[in-house]
Structure formats: C-alpha cells, structure tokens
C-alpha cells in the first residue's frame, strides 16, 4: 500500500542551527504535501504545505523543496529557537479527488539554548 | 471562533461497550476525517468524509464505523471496543480534498 516515510525520528540541534527532516512517499499520484507541527500535549497544526507543480516554498525560518521525480520532500528550519521544538509531521494526499492522507511517522526536533 | 470540537476529550470504558466520539465543525468545510495518533507510528486515518453520506475508508478503519448525516457532524463509533483500540484520536475538517486540515482538540480513549 501507499506509505510515507519520514527521517529522523529525533533530531537535536543548537539554538540556531538549521534542522532538515525528509520524506519519501510512495504514490507517484500525489499532489500535496503539508508539514504539521505539533506542541506537547496539542493538536497539530499547518506549518507550510507544497504542491507538485512547485519545487521550493518558503515562509520565513521555513521552507519545503520537492523533488517529485525523486519522490522526496523536505523542511528545512533555519535559525532554530526553542519554541521550534515539538514533533512535526509530513504528510501526502493519496490518488486524486478524494481526502485520503498519509502521513509519515514524525520526527521529535530538540532545540537547546 | 472558526473551530473543530470533539467530545469526550478523555474516555475510559471496557472491551465490548458501544461507544461514539462526536466530531463538529462550524466551518461548514465539506471534508472531514478521523485519525488516530499512537507513539511511533504517526497519524493514521481511520475515515474520512468529502461530503453529506459520502465517506470512505482510510488505512486502518477495522472496527470503526462513521457517519455524515449533517455537514458539521462526523461521529466516529466503536461498536464492540479493544484494547488495541486505546489511543489518541484526532477528527480534522478541510474546505479542500488538498488544503489545510484543521484538527480538533483530540479524544484520548482507554479501552481496558
């Protein structure tokens, strides 16, 4: 079946260093690739997403690049703060018109001041 | 507020009592979705909904059942629980098949 992979499963970084987490996803169908983060104990929430017709977005600290031939997605975090830290989370839609997601297994981002 | 609620947030039962976790939205987003969170393994969807009584099964839906009668309800039930059933569920809405999920507060469930 269709998966997403996600590397590391934990990162630790110094306060303002960059950190990187990567995907693969396995179903050459998919067009959108969100990033959730998720704080201890809350829901998780959008960070920055990509679609396959792009393959570079970037928000500030954070951007996402997409090699759609590779069937690789990354986050890349720079200047880390300690307000970074948490799990987040890729994900990739699954076939076309329907609302089936995947998403990968997260990845625990330790900033230390 | 433009909110996904989710009630219970915390729920202990046994092994084979009917129970639903109620899921709304009042963002009248057509797509909705359940997932459940354990350790290591990531968000997995259960189901999902993109509109009134049109759904579909997501990875792991086994012992699951969900309904959409109204736009801004989508109830999971569990009609005979497991223990292997104890996690963290979340419910999500979107207003797109490929846009921003919205998660609610999430339902932590205890089947013993």
């Known amino acids: 079946g269709e998966n997403v992979e996600q590397h590391p499963s934990t990162l630790s970084v110094q306060e303002g260093d960059s950190a990187v987490i990567k995907c693969t996803y396995s179903d050459s169908a998919s067009n959108y690739f969100p990033w959730y983060k998720q704080e201890l104990g809350k829901r998780p929430q959008l960070i920055i997403d990509i679609r396959s017709n792009v393959g570079e977005k970037k928000d500030q600290r954070i951007a996402v690049t997409l090699n759609k031939t590779a069937k690789h997605f990354s986050l890349h975090i720079t200047e880390t703060q300690p307000e970074d830290s948490a799990v987040y989370f890729c994900?990739?839609?699954?076939?076309?018109?329907?609302?089936?997601?995947?998403f990968g297994a997260g990845t625990r981002l330790f900033v230390k001041a | 507020e433009a909110q996904v609620t989710q009630n219970p947030r915390y729920l202990i039962t046994v092994t084979g009592k009917k129970l639903t976790v109620t899921c709304s939205q009042n963002?009248?987003?057509?797509?909705m979705s359940w997932y459940r969170q354990d350790p290591g393994l990531g968000l997995r969807q259960i189901y999902y909904s993109m509109n009134v009584e049109v759904t579909d099964k997501g990875d792991v839906p086994e012992g699951y059942k969900v309904s959409r009668k109204e736009k801004r309800n989508f109830p999971l039930i569990l009609e005979s629980p497991s223990p292997n059933q104890t996690s963290l569920y979340f419910c999500a809405s979107s207003s797109t098949s490929e846009g921003e999920q919205f998660f609610g507060p999430g339902t932590r469930l205890t089947v013993l």
């Open positions: 963002m009248n987003h057509e797509y």
């Open positions: 994900a990739a839609s699954i076939g076309t018109g329907g609302f089936k997601t995947i």
